[in-house]
């Protein structure tokens, strides 16, 4: 523009020397301003409500709260897996401690060699519900999918509580032919235990318990059946969740909230899911699922391709 507006259009040092300190002085009024600015964007740099130095500040600023939300989001469910961790360990050892306390009593008592048993047994139910919860995060690096016999596996459940059942008398039914459905066999075991174990726990004396399979055109079930105190509506949507008692587990005795979740997580894990339906002071019914159109054995040898 100096040139152009230079009368005599020619390249004199003259005309040259004073655009030269024309620029020389925008560039240091332009310097300045940024210094300023930077210098207030630093100092307002926790100001929500701050002007944002440029562009690539604003964005820059954007990323960082995202970051800084996802961060934040991941704390809060690091301390709530600790905290849920840490109340399951608490009631852990509340349960375990009442089993414990009866054999220091038999100590001091005639042992009955059949009390002493239950008792041994269900220390060892918890030492064991405590090692799946332990577990459950590594799953994948524990299991091994294979064809069980639902009709096997639910007698060795049974043989497992026949001490409970003779001492409550409660009368089993077993109505399960030989079905076979792919799964681990040691966590579905742990499955179906706890199941077994609830129905024992919340039925009365001369109760009963049914166990029964029935094969579909979309899945085979595994029923558990009982004519026990049965649960409560309001609880019934929630059994599920990690650490839920409910009105039972609080009034009845003493739980920890974590078998029924565990079972659930494990079903889900193998491809199963647990159902359950229940009325108060007649009945619960738990219906074990395994979709014929999800087999986490052919699942399993499809991945395993993969990876060779």
């Not at 523009?1 to 030269?20: C, G, H, K, N």
């Not at 620029?23 to 940024?34: E, G, S, V």
């Not at 609830?198 to 009963?208: A, I, R, V």
Request: hydrophobic share 40%; charged share 25%; glycine share 4%.
């Amino acid at each position: 523009m100096v040139f152009a507006i230079d009368p005599e259009y020619s390249w004199r040092w003259q005309t040259f020397l004073f655009a030269l300190i024309l620029i020389l002085l925008l560039l240091t009024a332009f310097f300045i301003h940024r210094y300023l600015k930077t210098i207030q964007a630093i100092r307002n740099m926790h100001n929500e409500d701050a002007e944002p130095l440029s562009l690539e500040s604003e964005a820059y600023y954007e990323s960082m709260e995202q970051l800084h939300s996802s961060h934040i989001r991941a704390l809060n469910e690091v301390q709530a897996k600790q905290k849920e961790h840490y109340d399951f360990i608490v009631s852990w050892f509340h349960e375990i401690k009442t089993p414990i306390a009866v054999l220091r009593l038999m100590q001091q008592t005639e042992v009955d060699p059949k009390s002493l048993e239950e008792e041994v047994s269900r220390i060892e139910h918890y030492v064991d519900q405590a090692l799946y919860y332990a577990k459950l995060d590594s799953f994948s690096q524990d299991y091994e999918i294979i064809n069980c016999d639902l009709e096997l596996l639910v007698k060795k459940v049974v043989k497992l509580h026949s001490k409970t059942f003779i001492s409550k008398k409660i009368k089993i039914k077993l109505d399960a032919p030989s079905t076979i459905v792919q799964s681990d066999s040691k966590w579905l075991l742990f499955i179906v235990n706890q199941i077994v174990s609830n129905s024992l726990k919340y039925s009365n004396d001369h109760g009963e318990i049914s166990i029964t399979t029935r094969v579909t055109k979309q899945e085979k079930l595994l029923i558990i059946h009982d004519n026990g105190i049965g649960i409560d509506s309001k609880d019934l949507p929630r059994i599920f969740n990690r650490g839920f008692t409910g009105s039972n587990g609080r009034t009845h005795t003493k739980s920890t909230g974590m078998g029924l979740y565990l079972a659930q997580e494990l079903s889900k894990k193998l491809g199963h899911y647990i159902t359950c339906d229940s009325t108060v002071g007649s009945f619960t019914t738990f219906a074990i699922h395994f979709p014929k159109n999800h087999d986490p054995y052919l699942s399993m040898l499809q991945h395993n391709k993969q990876t060779q």
